[in-house]
């Protein structure tokens, strides 16, 4: 069974690709990454707190990442896996992840903040937007990455919001109702037809977003 907590050298092998891929990001190469995630509507401070990263040149491994962003998954312990997002709607799948990696939550680090309530997204662009209006957030890579222990993290909490996309053939509420009954306190939220956490914010607002799970910040 691989190890959920990665051994020394690839925990090694991760931050150098990450300082890496951040570098490649904010340096010449990665303009067009950087224009890509600036109208995702990720902020700055968004995309430095996170890690994000340009695949400019791929370490051993990662080479079918050529040209992607690079997704660190950061822990207290450290960064224990990466995936990669195509930019835009080019060749290739939309995301990557390293063969053998077993499923984890993205932003665990959401976690250990002090706090009644959490949101639970489907991706990693939709937990990095909902942490960005001021939410606790972190998110499972698709229905299939979410494991029944995962629920375990959540306990405590007066209310965990679960926000469904629609804008992807029911997946969204699919992800949603798979979860929620593992939870205490669970509260489905799902976005207006046609949008998931992303596309919502980008044409309402963060506010819109805060409103729409009826938190007051």
């Given at each position: 069974?691989?190890?959920?907590?990665?051994?020394?050298?690839?925990?090694?092998?991760?931050?150098?690709?990450?300082?890496?891929?951040?570098?490649?990001?904010?340096?010449?190469?990665?303009?067009?990454?950087?224009?890509?995630?600036?109208?995702?509507?990720?902020?700055?401070?968004?995309?430095r707190s996170l890690r994000l990263g340009y695949v400019e040149n791929p370490l051993p491994?990662?080479?079918?990442?050529?040209?992607?962003i690079s997704v660190p998954y950061l822990t207290r312990a450290g960064i224990v896996s990466v995936r990669f997002r195509r930019i835009g709607?080019?060749?290739?799948p939309k995301y990557r992840s390293v063969p053998g990696d077993p499923p984890r939550i993205y932003n665990a680090n959401a976690l250990l903040e002090p706090s009644d309530f959490i949101a639970i997204c489907e991706g990693e662009f939709d937990t990095a937007i909902t942490?960005?209006?001021?939410?606790?957030?972190?998110?499972?890579?698709?229905?299939?990455?979410?494991?029944?222990?995962?629920?375990?993290?959540?306990?405590?909490?007066?209310?965990v919001y679960i926000l469904a996309?629609?804008?992807?053939?029911?997946?969204?509420?699919?992800?949603?109702?798979?979860?929620?009954?593992?939870i205490n306190n669970a509260r489905i939220s799902p976005m207006p037809g046609g949008h998931d956490v992303n596309s919502f914010f980008l044409e309402s607002g963060g506010a819109a977003l805060l409103d729409r799970l009826e938190i007051k910040k």
């Open positions: 069974m691989t190890s959920i907590v990665p051994e020394p050298a690839l925990r090694s092998f991760l931050e150098e690709a990450t300082a890496r891929y951040e570098a490649a990001l904010h340096g010449p190469a990665g303009i067009h990454a950087e224009e890509y995630l600036t109208n995702r509507g990720l902020s700055e401070d968004s995309v491994g990662h080479e079918s990442a050529h040209g992607y709607d080019g060749e290739g942490r960005q209006v001021g939410i606790p957030a972190v998110g499972i890579a698709g229905v299939s990455a979410w494991k029944d222990y995962f629920a375990r993290c959540f306990k405590g909490y007066k209310a996309d629609a804008d992807d053939k029911g997946q969204g509420m699919e992800f949603a109702e798979k979860v929620a009954p593992q």
